[in-house]
C-alpha cells in the first residue's frame, strides 16, 4: 500500500469489541489480569500488553504502529511534546564525559538543552558548520556520543547533507539523529538517508491543524542498546509518555496529512515566489526556491515539496514589528503547520530569552519574520502579506 492508504488501514493490534472503524480512546489506567503469573509476566516484560497507561496504553500503541507502518521502523516511541521525544533520545545516548557534534542552528529550547541542562551533567554540546563534512570529521573522538541536527533548520533554513553525515558516522559507529519535523516523515525515507534515529514533534503536521501536543522518536534498529533505553528509561522511568486523547487526535492527523501536507507545500512555494518579487522584502527564505543557497541539497535529501515554512528579511527590526502589527487574516502565533497561516518575530520571542550576541552567533536576526503557511487560499496569504509589508515601509 501506498502511504496515504497505510495511515488509515494500518490494523488494530486487537479488534475493537465493537468493530469501530476508529481507534477508541482508551482513558482507563489499569488493565485486569487473569491471574498472579500471567501479571508478573506482563510486568516482567515477558509479554507485550498493557499494564498501567502511563507507560502503555492501547490508542498511544496504535499511533506508533502506523508511524512504524509508515516508516519502516523498527519501533516508534510516542512522547507528550517534541521536547519530550528530543529529551529522552539524548537521554540515552549522552552521559557524563561524552560530547554531542552539533550546530548553533537550532530550535531555542533544543540549543539550551543541549548547551545548558545537559552541560550540568556533564556533556559536552560541539557546535560546528554541519554543511562541512570535513569539520565534522575532525570533531567526532571517542567520546562523542551522537551526531544531532535538524533537517531543516528553524529559522535559519540550513540544510545539512544528512546523506554524507550518514558516511562519516557510520564509519565512527555513532549513531546519527535529526529533529525532522519541518519535512514530514511520509515525505521521504529516513533509513534510506542513513539516520539512525528521527525526532519528530507530532504536533505540528501531524497533529491535523494544532490539535494537540506530541512527539516521536523514530527508531530504525541499528543500535539495540539504545532502543532498549527508549522504552525502559526514557518511558518508564522519566514518565513523558503520550496521552491517549492526544494520540487519538494524531492519528485522525496522519489520515489527512498527505492532502493537507501538499496543499500546503504547494501554497508556501506560490507565497514564497510572489514575495520574491515584493518591494520592501529584503530577502526569502524558503528551500524551494532555486535561488536559496541549500536548494540543491534539499532536494537530494527530501524531495521536490519543501514545506510550509517560510522566512522573509525586512530593513529592521521596527519593519517587523510594524508587519506584525498590519496583519489582519494571518495570525500573531507560533507554533507551525496550523491549518490557519501564522506570523512570529522569532529574534524577540522564541529566542528573546537569550543574550544579543548568543542570538546573533546563532544567525537569528532582528529582521526575520517566520511564516506557516496554513490552508487558506494562497491568494488570501499573500495580500494580507502584502499589505502588511506596505504598511512596514
Given at each position: 500500500?501506498?502511504?496515504?492508504?497505510?495511515?488509515?488501514?494500518?490494523?488494530?493490534?486487537?479488534?475493537?469489541?465493537?468493530?469501530?472503524?476508529?481507534?477508541?480512546?482508551?482513558?482507563?489506567?489499569?488493565?485486569?489480569?487473569?491471574?498472579?503469573?500471567?501479571?508478573?509476566?506482563?510486568?516482567?516484560?515477558?509479554?507485550?500488553?498493557?499494564?498501567?497507561?502511563?507507560?502503555?496504553?492501547?490508542?498511544?500503541?496504535?499511533?506508533?504502529?502506523?508511524?512504524?507502518?509508515?516508516?519502516?521502523?523498527?519501533?516508534?516511541?510516542?512522547?507528550?511534546?517534541?521536547?519530550?521525544?528530543?529529551?529522552?533520545?539524548?537521554?540515552?545516548?549522552?552521559?557524563?564525559?561524552?560530547?554531542?557534534?552539533?550546530?548553533?542552528?537550532?530550535?531555542?529550547?533544543?540549543?539550551?538543552?543541549?548547551?545548558?541542562?545537559?552541560?550540568?551533567?556533564?556533556?559536552?554540546?560541539?557546535?560546528?558548520?554541519?554543511?562541512?563534512?570535513?569539520?565534522?570529521?575532525?570533531?567526532?573522538?571517542?567520546?562523542?556520543?551522537?551526531?544531532?541536527?535538524?533537517?531543516?533548520?528553524?529559522?535559519?533554513?540550513?540544510?545539512?547533507?544528512i546523506k554524507e553525515?550518514?558516511?562519516?558516522?557510520?564509519?565512527?559507529?555513532?549513531?546519527?539523529?535529526?529533529?525532522?519535523?519541518?519535512?514530514?516523515?511520509?515525505?521521504?525515507?529516513?533509513?534510506?538517508?542513513?539516520?539512525?534515529?528521527?525526532?519528530?514533534?507530532?504536533?505540528?503536521?501531524?497533529?491535523?491543524?494544532?490539535?494537540?501536543?506530541?512527539?516521536?522518536?523514530?527508531?530504525?534498529?541499528?543500535?539495540?542498546?539504545?532502543?532498549?533505553?527508549?522504552k525502559k528509561d526514557?518511558?518508564?522511568?522519566?514518565?513523558?509518555?503520550?496521552?491517549?486523547?492526544?494520540?487519538?487526535?494524531?492519528?485522525?492527523?496522519?489520515?489527512?496529512?498527505?492532502?493537507?501536507?501538499?496543499?500546503?507545500?504547494?501554497?508556501?512555494?506560490?507565497?514564497?515566489?510572489?514575495?520574491?518579487?515584493?518591494?520592501?522584502?529584503?530577502?526569502?527564505?524558503?528551500?524551494?526556491?532555486?535561488?536559496?543557497?541549500?536548494?540543491?541539497?534539499?532536494?537530494?535529501?527530501?524531495?521536490?515539496?519543501?514545506?510550509?515554512?517560510?522566512?522573509?528579511?525586512?530593513?529592521n527590526r521596527e519593519?517587523?514589528?510594524?508587519?506584525?502589527?498590519?496583519?489582519?487574516?494571518?495570525?500573531?502565533?507560533?507554533?507551525?503547520?496550523?491549518?490557519?497561516?501564522?506570523?512570529?518575530?522569532?529574534?524577540?520571542?522564541?529566542?528573546?530569552?537569550?543574550?544579543?550576541?548568543?542570538?546573533?552567533?546563532?544567525?537569528?536576526?532582528?529582521?526575520?519574520?517566520?511564516?506557516?503557511?496554513?490552508?487558506?487560499?494562497?491568494?488570501?496569504?499573500?495580500?494580507?502579506?502584502?499589505?502588511?509589508?506596505?504598511?512596514?515601509?
Open positions: 500500500m501506498n502511504k496515504s492508504t497505510k495511515a488509515i488501514h494500518t490494523k488494530f493490534q486487537r479488534r475493537d469489541a465493537w468493530d469501530a472503524l476508529q481507534i477508541p480512546i482508551y482513558t482507563c489506567l489499569a488493565y485486569e489480569f487473569d491471574n498472579a503469573d500471567y501479571m508478573s509476566d506482563v510486568f516482567c516484560g515477558k509479554v507485550i500488553v498493557p499494564d498501567y497507561s502511563r507507560v502503555l496504553n492501547p490508542t498511544v500503541t496504535h499511533l506508533e504502529e502506523i508511524v512504524a507502518n509508515l516508516t519502516g521502523a523498527k519501533e516508534v516511541s510516542a512522547f507528550n511534546s517534541g521536547m519530550a521525544a528530543i529529551s529522552a533520545m539524548i537521554m540515552c545516548v549522552a552521559q557524563a564525559g561524552k560530547n554531542i557534534v552539533t550546530s548553533k542552528h537550532l530550535f531555542g529550547n533544543t540549543y539550551l538543552l543541549l548547551t545548558q541542562t545537559l552541560k550540568r551533567f556533564g556533556v559536552e554540546a560541539r557546535l560546528i558548520d554541519l554543511t562541512n563534512l570535513e569539520e565534522i570529521e575532525k570533531s567526532i573522538d571517542s567520546n562523542t556520543c551522537c551526531v544531532f541536527l535538524e533537517s531543516v533548520t528553524n529559522p535559519q533554513m540550513e540544510v545539512a547533507d553525515i550518514s558516511k562519516i558516522t557510520k564509519k565512527h559507529h555513532i549513531p546519527l539523529i535529526a529533529d525532522t519535523t519541518i519535512i514530514p516523515f511520509t515525505q521521504f525515507d529516513g533509513k534510506e538517508l542513513g539516520l539512525d534515529f528521527q525526532v519528530v514533534s507530532s504536533t505540528k503536521y501531524i497533529s491535523g491543524g494544532a490539535t494537540s501536543l506530541g512527539g516521536l522518536i523514530i527508531d530504525y534498529g541499528n543500535y539495540p542498546e539504545i532502543s532498549s533505553l527508549i526514557s518511558v518508564f522511568n522519566l514518565g513523558g509518555y503520550m496521552t491517549p486523547q492526544a494520540a487519538y487526535q494524531q492519528i485522525m492527523g496522519l489520515e489527512t496529512l498527505e492532502v493537507r501536507y501538499k496543499r500546503q507545500a504547494e501554497s508556501a512555494k506560490k507565497i514564497a515566489e510572489m514575495l520574491e518579487k515584493t518591494s520592501g522584502v529584503e530577502a526569502v527564505g524558503y528551500c524551494g526556491l532555486e535561488s536559496h543557497p541549500f536548494h540543491e541539497v534539499f532536494k537530494k535529501n527530501y524531495g521536490e515539496e519543501a514545506g510550509a515554512m517560510i522566512t522573509i528579511d525586512l530593513k519593519a517587523c514589528y510594524d508587519f506584525i502589527n498590519s496583519l489582519k487574516l494571518v495570525h500573531r502565533a507560533t507554533n507551525l503547520f496550523d491549518n490557519r497561516s501564522l506570523a512570529i518575530h522569532p529574534y524577540s520571542t522564541i529566542f528573546g530569552p537569550l543574550p544579543e550576541e548568543e542570538r546573533l552567533s546563532m544567525d537569528i536576526k532582528p529582521t526575520t519574520i517566520r511564516l506557516s503557511i496554513g490552508l487558506e487560499d494562497p491568494e488570501d496569504i499573500y495580500e494580507d502579506l502584502k499589505q502588511a509589508i506596505e504598511n512596514a515601509q
